[in-house]
């Protein structure tokens, strides 16, 4: 009797054990889960919740601040976020579009550059996005067709120096000269035809596959072109 009791014992004293074991390796786990989620947001989810909020207007980067406070419950530190946006910017997802002097309400004599008063805009690097911008660019509406032709201009630089980096192809002229040059033999040619090199001109400024060696061989017939 005295070995069957404690052979109930141990395994009484057994399943205890493990369930004690079990019970610290859940807490543990949900307590590296818990601080897994609500880290992301800062280190993962806060770039993607920057470009959302540009994605229809450029907004200064106190404007970018406040909505992503209010879609989101993100308490960045503003180390973070000043990090997210530089990172973004370094990547060429968005651009420097202006300044906002609104942040200087009611100073008379302006001495110091407010960070919050950036305007930063988000790049059309998709497709159909830029040749829509290419399709805006022609419109009679002034305004809109200067806002695609900078965001165009951005484009082109951007993929210029990506060219030039690799050591392929050099130019005497500058990235607007040549943007301009694009542009008029574009409007130069006949409906079809400027149908037809749109789709080239907006495939090659995009992040496609084949885009940059496209990019390359666009520049090089205009230069041909220019120089026979």
């Known amino acids: 009797m005295l070995v069957a009791s404690n052979i109930v014992a141990h395994v009484i004293y057994l399943i205890l054990h493990s369930v004690l074991l079990f019970y610290i390796v859940l807490c543990a786990y949900y307590h590296i889960e818990t601080n897994w989620v609500d880290q992301m947001p800062k280190n993962y989810y806060l770039k993607e919740l920057i470009l959302e909020s540009l994605s229809e207007n ?41 300044y906002d002097f609104n942040v200087y309400s009611g100073v008379k004599r302006i001495q110091s550059i407010r960070s919050e008063g950036i305007i930063f805009g988000l790049s059309r690097m998709d497709f159909v ?3 829509t911008l290419l399709k805006q660019m022609e419109s009679e509406n002034l305004e809109e067709s ?3 032709s900078s965001s165009l201009k951005r484009i082109f630089r951007r ?20 943007f301009e040059r694009t542009v ?14 749109r789709n080239k001109f907006a495939w090659s400024l995009c ?3 084949g885009s940059l060696e496209l990019f390359e061989n666009i520049l090089s017939y205009l230069v041909s072109q220019e120089s026979g």
């Open 58 to 98: 450029e907004l200064s980067k106190k404007e970018i601040l406040e909505r992503v406070k209010s879609s989101s419950n993100v308490g960045a530190s503003d180390k973070t976020f000043n990090e997210s946006l530089m990172t973004l910017l370094q990547e060429g997802k968005i651009y420097i579009a202006g």
């Open 184 to 197: 008029y033999y574009l409007n130069s040619q006949d409906e079809e035809s400027r149908r037809s090199f």
């Open 146 to 148: 200067n806002r695609a």
């Open 159 to 178: 993929k210029l120096a990506d060219v030039q980096k690799q050591g392929k192809m050099h130019f005497s002229n500058t990235s607007d000269v040549l």
């Open 129 to 131: 996005e830029i040749e």
């Open 207 to 209: 992040n496609n596959q």
